[in-house]
C-alpha cells in the first residue's frame, strides 16, 4: 500500500533538520529538461504562466538558473521536510523518529510538478511548477504531456515493492493526481474526502482543513504503520470522524 500527497507552494530551506539520511532523487534526467524549458523563461513569461506576483516570479527564475543537477546536502534537502504548506503542518514530519522516516520512505510518495515523483528522503532544491501549468514542450502542451506514462511506471513499481495490499491511497489534489493513468497503474485506488460541518449543521469540504486533513492521515498512516485500506476507517485526527454512510467503497468520508 502506497499513499501519494502533494507538494507544496511554500518552502523551508533553513529549519534544522531532522536526519542526515537522505536519497537521490530518481527522475532527474526529465527534471533536468524541465529546467532547461524554463531557463529560457523571462520573469514575466513565469508570472504569467504561474499567475504570480511579479516578485515570486524573479525569485523562481533565479532558482531555475541556480537548479544543479547533481543534487547534494548542500543545494538541497530532503523533500518532506522542504515542503512547508497546509499539507505538510498536517503531516508533521519533523515530528518523525527515525523509525518513522524508514516506514514514510517505503510507504509515502509526493507527486511533483519539477520531480514527477518523490519519495520522503528525495533531495530537491528550492523551485515553483504546479503541475497544473500549461508549458509548451517537445511532448505537448502541459507537464501532464511532459510526465506521460513516466510517473504512473514508477508508482506501479513502487506499488509492486511496498508492504502491504496493492492499493494506492490518494490524498492528493486533483491537479496532481490527473498526472496517474489509474487504468493503467491496475491497482485499486482509495481517495479519502474531509468534511466540516458549517453553521447549518451541512458538511461540506472546506479547502484549508482538507489540506491539513490530508496531510494529517498521512501521517497517522505512517505512525500507525498502517499497511490495509480497511484499517483507513479508524482515522481520529484533528477531530474527524469516519461517517459510514456517507462513504463508499472508494471513498470514505471524515467530518468533523
Not at 510507504?107 to 514527477?116: N, P, V
Not at 520522503?120 to 515553483?128: A, E, K, S, V, Y
Not at 509492486?160 to 486533483?174: E, I, R, T
Not at 498512516?221 to 461517517?243: E, H, M, P, Q, S
Request: no cysteine.
Amino acid at each position: 500500500m502506497l499513499t501519494v500527497l502533494s507538494p507544496a507552494k511554500t518552502l523551508d530551506f533553513e529549519t534544522k533538520l531532522i536526519t542526515k539520511k537522505h536519497s537521490e532523487p530518481r527522475l532527474v534526467a526529465q527534471s533536468a529538461g524541465l529546467i532547461e524549458i524554463m531557463r529560457e523563461k523571462s520573469p514575466g513569461d513565469v508570472k504569467e504562466l504561474m499567475s504570480i506576483s511579479e516578485e515570486l516570479a524573479t525569485l523562481n527564475v533565479q532558482r531555475y538558473r541556480d537548479y544543479e543537477q547533481e543534487h547534494t546536502t548542500k543545494n538541497s534537502r530532503p523533500a518532506v521536510l522542504a515542503f512547508n504548506g497546509d499539507v505538510y503542518q498536517g503531516l508533521r514530519a519533523t515530528e518523525f523518529d527515525a523509525r518513522d522516516l524508514t516506514e514514510a520512505q517505503k510507504s509515502l510518495r509526493i507527486l511533483s510538478g519539477l520531480y514527477g515523483l518523490l519519495r520522503p528522503l528525495d533531495l530537491i532544491q528550492p523551485h515553483r511548477l504546479e503541475m497544473g501549468t500549461r508549458l509548451n514542450t517537445s511532448r505537448g502542451q502541459t507537464l501532464y504531456d511532459w510526465w506521460g506514462h513516466i510517473v504512473t511506471d514508477q508508482l506501479r513499481r513502487d506499488l509492486d515493492a511496498s508492504p502491504g495490499s496493492d492499493v494506492l491511497v490518494n490524498l492528493a489534489s486533483n491537479e496532481y493526481f490527473k498526472v496517474v493513468d489509474v487504468d493503467a497503474l491496475g491497482a485499486r485506488v482509495v481517495s479519502p474526502r474531509f468534511e466540516d460541518r458549517g453553521p447549518d449543521g451541512t458538511p461540506r469540504v472546506v479547502s484549508f482543513h482538507a489540506k491539513k486533513a490530508r496531510g494529517a492521515m498521512a501521517g497517522w498512516l505512517v505512525r500507525n504503520r498502517i499497511r490495509t485500506v480497511a484499517k483507513i476507517v479508524d482515522f481520529d485526527d484533528l477531530g474527524y470522524r469516519y461517517d459510514e454512510a456517507a462513504s463508499t467503497r472508494d471513498q470514505p468520508v471524515f467530518i468533523r
